[in-house]
């Protein structure tokens, strides 16, 4: 079995600054959330309900929103922390 095509990332530049926010052990699980999740498609990933579009990405306390904007791309919107994610 082959894994899937890496997908390529393009970061908002709200969400570079919410990375830039927390501390760096966070930070750091955090992206290895994402790139576990970019090179294997595994991680938990659900669709937002309206009002907010697109989809997120579970990474501990953290949530990452993203959206897809082609088979091999996405954007990361946002990087929240649980209690402020969805307000």
Same mark, same amino acid.
């Given at each position: 079995?082959?894994?899937?095509?890496?997908?390529?990332? *393009?970061?908002?530049?709200? !969400? +570079? !600054?919410?990375?830039?926010?927390?501390? +760096?052990?966070?930070?750091?699980?955090? =992206?290895? @959330?994402?790139?576990?999740?970019?090179?294997?498609?595994?991680?938990?990933?659900?669709? *937002?309900?309206?009002? %907010?579009?697109?989809?997120? =990405? +579970? @990474?501990?306390?953290?949530?990452? &929103? &993203?959206? %897809?904007?082609?088979?091999?791309?996405?954007?990361?919107?946002? *990087?929240?922390?649980?209690?402020?994610?969805?307000?």
């Amino acid at each position: 079995m082959t894994p899937p095509e890496r997908i390529a990332v *393009v970061w908002s530049t709200e !969400a +570079r !600054a919410d990375l830039r926010a927390v501390d +760096r052990e966070t930070a750091m699980q955090v =992206l290895h @959330c994402v790139d576990r999740y970019l090179a294997s498609r595994t991680g938990d990933v659900k669709k *937002v309900k309206a009002p %907010l579009t697109g989809f997120r =990405l +579970r @990474c501990g306390d953290y949530r990452v &929103f &993203f959206d %897809l904007k082609d088979a091999n791309t996405i954007q990361i919107t946002t *990087v929240r922390h649980r209690r402020e994610a969805y307000r």
